[in-house]
């Protein structure tokens, strides 16, 4: 039974979700780095809002981890690059709490249009001071978006519902996106010079740290405000304060810090200034959509090895994974073959699908080809790792769909490129469920891939087969099974073998001694 940490607070509909489907489940929060690392071995299953980092160390000490998944959108508490190295995979809820976010921030711009606060703050202590608190209205401002993604577009939705001018800067939206939002896609600069409000709602990466820095604070309106509710390190927070302090910039809401928990800040009390403790996700409705999400997600990935919104390897339904299953265990045992076979030799790999397979989604049978090949290497290779190490590799992939009929009803066929020139084996599905191998080479033999087994390329002579088997025999090597095809009579014959034993190097040189033999190799799948 798979075994799910809950690490941070999620809603209970995360944990009966994960019981529900026999998985078991801890729910242990607030625990440190140190305590999280002690514990986390004995897990299949990590599930996590911002508060968990899960670090290199963390992961390093994530034996069994196969999965963490983020009940919100966020993962820049997670080491992405090191979970994909590891073999883990991270997934998300991209929409669960957009709408709860955006409104977060529509709320925080009427907050800081009218100081309510502070207002709150000095009526509750009996002040009174209706002379002090004069706001401005929104209605036929200028709304700067600064990200137009989901929780953009949601934003611009209600701002230009509240009669706001919304102008939009993503290097990534398109016009046609822009006319269907109904904003004006700008620069950064113009945003920055014609926004009357800004607010920020991009992940927090290279481009886009500090993109309000303290440089381009100087070009924004004077008298603008600023709303963020995306990542702390968006906005220069030093220069924020001086800005806030000159009067330059009228206020600012900030939602996320630079350094989250944020108990103290230089811009704690300054006038203009509102905060919330990342509250941006937080309520009713998108905690429980996310929690249900992000356990169904995981249940799906762990039971059925679907794969749903994962930002480290494609999407694969809990519907289709059963029927990719066969595939991937043939896609990965021709890969295994090639690999074993070739070696550093591989340049290149080509992936082709014809018949029912070109029916599949092909992106998880070629993960499952190099996890084949890449397995070569370490024992540690999985479908979601493989990929980047074939990249790190430097091994040129191609994928191809095939329209045609082809001999097979089903078939994968998977080509290496070395020195020597192009080489492939293909498989096929016997009863729509069994891997087997139908082609290694250009040569056809029907194999069971699979246990340890000999590849030999021989001259095609009489009593070549009587030969082989009496050296096996006088070795104490059992065989199991026994696949057999030719070039051409008298040419190359090939023989793959699956023996109970293992063949040892002594062995294997007596083999490759045998006359007639060309090549003689060991395999293990
Ligand atoms: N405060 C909170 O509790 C919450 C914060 N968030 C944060 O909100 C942010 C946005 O979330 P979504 O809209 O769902 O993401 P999204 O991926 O749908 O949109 C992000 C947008 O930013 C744009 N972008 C990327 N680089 C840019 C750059 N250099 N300049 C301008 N735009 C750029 C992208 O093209 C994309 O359209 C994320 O950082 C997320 O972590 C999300 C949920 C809750
Ligand atoms: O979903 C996100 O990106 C958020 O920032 C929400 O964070 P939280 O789940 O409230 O810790």
């Not at 514990?39 to 670090?55: F, H």
């Not at 500090?210 to 702390?232: D, F």
């Not at 049978?365 to 070569?376: D, F, R, S």
């Amino acid at each position: 039974m798979p075994k799910v940490l809950i690490s941070d607070k999620m809603d209970p509909l995360a944990a009966q979700i994960f019981r529900n489907r026999g998985i078991e489940v801890d729910e242990i929060t607030g625990k440190t780095k140190d305590e999280l690392i002690a514990m986390i071995g004995q897990y299949d299953g990590l599930a996590i809002r911002s508060a968990t980092k899960v670090t290199k160390d963390v992961l390093a000490a994530a034996t069994n981890l196969k999965v963490v998944g983020r009940a919100g959108i966020g993962v820049d508490n997670v080491d992405i690059p090191a979970a994909s190295a590891k073999g883990v995979v991270v997934m998300n809820t991209p929409f669960g709490n957009s709408i709860t976010t955006a409104e977060h921030a529509i709320a925080l711009m009427f907050a800081l249009a009218r100081d309510l606060p502070e207002a709150d703050k000095s009526t509750q202590a009996g002040k009174w001071e209706k002379n002090r608190f004069m706001g401005v209205e929104v209605t036929n401002k200028v709304l700067g978006l600064i990200g137009a993604g989901n929780i953009g577009s949601i934003v611009a939705d209600r701002a230009i519902g509240l009669k706001m001018k919304v102008v939009a800067y993503d290097p990534f939206l398109t016009p046609e996106r822009a006319v269907e939002m109904g904003v004006e896609k700008v620069n950064l600069d113009d945003l920055l010079a014609r926004a009357d409000f800004i607010t920020l709602h991009t992940p927090l990466t290279d481009s886009t740290k500090n993109i309000l820095s303290k440089e381009n604070l100087a070009k924004t309106k004077k008298g603008v405000r600023i709303v963020n509710c995306a990542r702390g390190g968006l906005i220069d927070e030093a220069a924020l304060k001086e800005a806030l302090d000159s009067g330059h910039v009228a206020g600012a809401a900030l939602d996320v810090f630079v350094t989250e928990p944020a108990t103290e800040s230089p811009l704690f009390g300054t006038p203009g200034f509102i905060s919330t403790p990342h509250l941006g996700a937080s309520t009713n409705e998108a905690q429980v959509n996310v929690a249900i999400q992000v356990a169904e997600q995981m249940a799906d990935f762990l039971l059925s090895g679907g794969v749903t919104n994962a930002l480290n390897m494609p999407s694969l339904s809990a519907e289709e994974a059963p029927k990719l299953k066969p595939y991937m265990a043939l896609a990965e045992h021709l890969g295994a073959l090639v690999g074993q076979l070739e070696g550093d030799a591989i340049k290149a790999v080509a992936i082709e699908v014809e018949g029912a397979a070109a029916e599949l989604n092909q992106k998880p049978i070629t993960g499952a080809v190099l996890a084949g090949l890449m397995g070569v290497y370490s024992d540690t290779v999985n479908m979601v790792n493989a990929p980047f190490l074939a990249k790190e590799r430097g091994l040129d992939l191609r994928e191809v769909r095939h329209d045609r009929e082809g001999d097979y009803s089903t078939l994968v066929r998977v080509t290496v490129t070395t020195a020597e020139g192009a080489k492939s084996v293909a498989g096929t599905l016997f009863a729509n469920a069994e891997p087997r191998l139908v082609e290694i080479y250009g040569v056809k033999v029907e194999a069971d891939l699979g246990g340890t087994m000999l590849y030999i390329v021989n001259v095609d002579a009489p009593g070549f087969i009587g030969r082989l088997g009496s050296t096996l025999g006088e070795a104490n090597v059992n065989i199991g099974t026994f696949h057999l095809g030719r070039r051409s009579a008298g040419g190359e014959a090939v023989l793959l073998l699956s023996v109970d034993t293992p063949v040892d190097d002594a062995l294997k040189a007596k083999i490759a001694q045998l006359p007639g033999v060309k090549t003689a190799k060991a395999l293990s799948f």
